[in-house]
T-cell receptor, first 112, second 113 residues
Framework: GQQLNQSPQSMFIQEGEDVSMNCTSS?????WLWYKQDPGEGPVLLIA?????ELTSNGRLTAQFGITRKDSFLNISASIPSDVGIYFC????????????FGQGTTLQVKP | DVKVTQSSRYLVKRTGEKVFLECVQD?????MFWYRQDPGLGLRLIYF???????EKGDIPEGYSVSREKKERFSLILESASTNQTSMYLC????????????FGPGTRLTVL
């Protein structure tokens, strides 16, 4: 079945560093979503990508929809302590029922 | 702004108890979802509802049931709670438009002793 694999599983970085994480699949997706979950809260949508090759920014965050439609990347520039959390990629299930598949998440910790 | 609320942030129950988790959304969304989140496993779909009184099993429905009597409210029921149901439970909603985003509530951390 469809699966999303995120890497890395966790990152521990120094404040000010840039961060890069990715999400890959053996299946083609026509939408990629990136969510962030703050500690103790529900996930919040950061960026939505709808077109292969699309590059979209949201402040210090930039996400790209891979040209093969089988991957997506999220970059965070000049990290700050409030970037701490779990980042999830997600894509719609092939059955088009409105259901999403989620990656396992990348846990980010930022050292001040 | 879409708002999804969950009845409790933290809940502690005993094995065998019947547990109700409530979720309410205020954006007139047709679709509502219940997930559980466990470390290293991401979000796994328990049940999904695409309309009032309509429901569909997700990937891990065993031990759970749901109720959708009103459009804005979606309840998750643990008929007889077990320790392996200790988890973070997340509710989400989504409209029927082309956009795929789901909007999440703050989560309920359930501990079953």
């Amino acid at each position: 079945g469809q699966q999303l694999n995120q890497s890395p599983q966790s990152m521990f970085i120094q404040e000010g560093e840039d961060v890069s994480m990715n999400c890959t699949s053996s299946s083609i997706f026509n939408t990629w979503l990136w969510y962030k979950q703050d500690p103790g809260e529900g996930p919040v949508l950061l960026i939505a990508l709808y077109k292969a090759g699309e590059l979209t920014s949201n402040g210090r965050l930039t996400a790209q929809f891979g040209i093969t439609r089988k991957d997506s990347f999220l970059n965070i520039s000049a990290s700050i302590p409030s970037d701490v959390g779990i980042y999830f990629c997600a894509g719609p299930k092939r059955s088009n029922t409105g259901k999403l598949i989620f990656g396992q998440g990348t846990t980010l910790q930022v050292k001040p | 702004d879409v708002k999804v609320t969950q009845s409790s942030r933290y809940l502690v129950k005993r094995t065998g108890e019947k547990v109700f988790l409530e979720c309410v959304q205020d954006m007139d969304h047709e679709n509502m979802f219940w997930y559980r989140q466990d470390p290293g496993l991401g979000l796994r779909l328990i049940y999904f509802s695409y309309d009032v009184k309509m429901k569909e099993k997700g990937d891990i429905p065993e031990g759970y049931s749901v109720s959708r009597e009103k459009k804005e409210r979606f309840s998750l029921i643990l008929e007889s709670a077990s320790t392996n149901q200790t988890s973070m439970y997340l509710c989400a909603s989504r409209g029927n438009g082309a956009l795929k985003e789901q909007f999440f509530g703050p989560g309920t951390r359930l501990t079953v002793l």
